[in-house]
């Protein structure tokens, strides 16, 4: 039964914003728009002439429908092919959703999806519909089905846990930018040292290949073996070029509010790396190489100008 033009024209307009909901609390452009594909089936079959406040409505059964993947996401991972990571998304990505304050813009950046994931379910869905999304504790409360109290532990415990994880400052863009562009300088050229110096002595690095590109199941660790590692991986090979069908370009941009930078293979992206820049250097360099969630990013790739590259490899 097809829906009223107007109850149509209220989902659209809540659309935009229940997408960048379900991707901070799953991690995944692809789940999130079928959780709000869900959402919609279930506004349809609703009586919506009921509905005193359609957004309040949709952000609930969106809410529960999003949890309901988390849980059976969770025992989707135990079998997942060594290490799991969120799909990356580029600048200028409607799902990325708001970026007005620190809270949403820091909610969506990548290190905090990872940090998510060590979350329950309920922290997460109190952390991001309060930090990003500015609902009152009341309205937190009716969505989930709790006491205020309650919310508010959640809450309690979701930035407790974020802030233990997340000790060291960050820096601003325009530094963040600068020192990954001499990162990438220094690995291309085979220079190990500036690479050392450019990570925390406890840096590390881990990719996510989904068993279908070759990728580490267990994280390099520490400053050496990170920039080894890097620098490797720019080496120049026949092996390597046969691997992935060619010599991608190497570009510098914006993903999940950070710098960043990609590899492109005939305009099709192969893979992403975020690094996490603090003050005291790279602490972090995650990978993201399954091609199931690099479909969205080449998407949005092929429909922005991106400049020349920094350089080529291989």
Not at 3 to 13: G, M
Not at 262 to 271: F, H, K, N, P, S
Request: hydrophobic share 45%.
């Amino acid at each position: 039964m097809a829906l009223p033009t107007k109850d149509t024209d209220r989902f659209t307009a809540a659309m935009p914003r229940l997408q960048a909901i379900a991707y901070r609390l799953l991690g995944s452009a692809s789940d999130a728009e079928d959780a709000v594909q869900d959402t919609f089936l279930r506004w349809q079959a609703a009586d919506t002439d009921r509905v005193e406040v359609p957004e309040a409505w949709l952000t609930k059964v969106l809410t529960h429908v999003c949890l309901n993947q988390l849980g059976s996401a969770r025992v989707r991972r135990e079998t997942y092919v060594g290490q799991w990571l969120p799909e990356p998304l580029l600048a200028g990505d409607p799902m990325l959703g708001p970026a007005d304050t620190a809270e949403q813009r820091e909610s969506v950046s990548y290190a905090v999806l990872v940090l998510l994931e060590r979350l329950s379910p309920n922290e997460r869905a109190v952390y991001v519909l309060r930090e990003a999304f500015g609902h009152t504790h009341r309205e937190i409360a009716e969505i989930l089905g709790i006491t205020e109290a309650a919310g508010q532990q959640l809450l309690h415990r979701a930035r407790k846990h974020l802030a233990d994880s997340r000790s060291r400052a960050a820096i601003d863009e325009a530094a963040a930018r600068r020192i990954v562009e001499e990162f990438l300088t220094a690995a291309a050229n085979g220079r190990i040292e500036p690479l050392v110096r450019l990570l925390t002595e406890d840096a590390v690095a881990v990719g996510d290949g989904g068993g279908k590109v070759p990728a580490r199941t267990k994280a390099f660790e520490g400053a050496l073996a990170v920039a080894t590692f890097m620098r490797g991986l720019f080496k120049p090979g026949k092996s390597k070029r046969a691997l992935v069908g060619g010599s991608p370009d190497i570009h510098t941009t914006t993903v999940n509010g950070a710098p960043a930078f990609v590899a492109v293979l005939d305009g099709r992206v192969i893979g992403v790396v975020c690094p996490e820049i603090t003050a005291d250097g790279i602490a972090a360099l995650r990978s993201q190489a399954n091609p199931d969630k690099l479909e969205r990013a080449t998407r949005r790739w092929a429909a922005t100008d991106h400049g020349d590259p920094l350089f080529t490899v291989f």
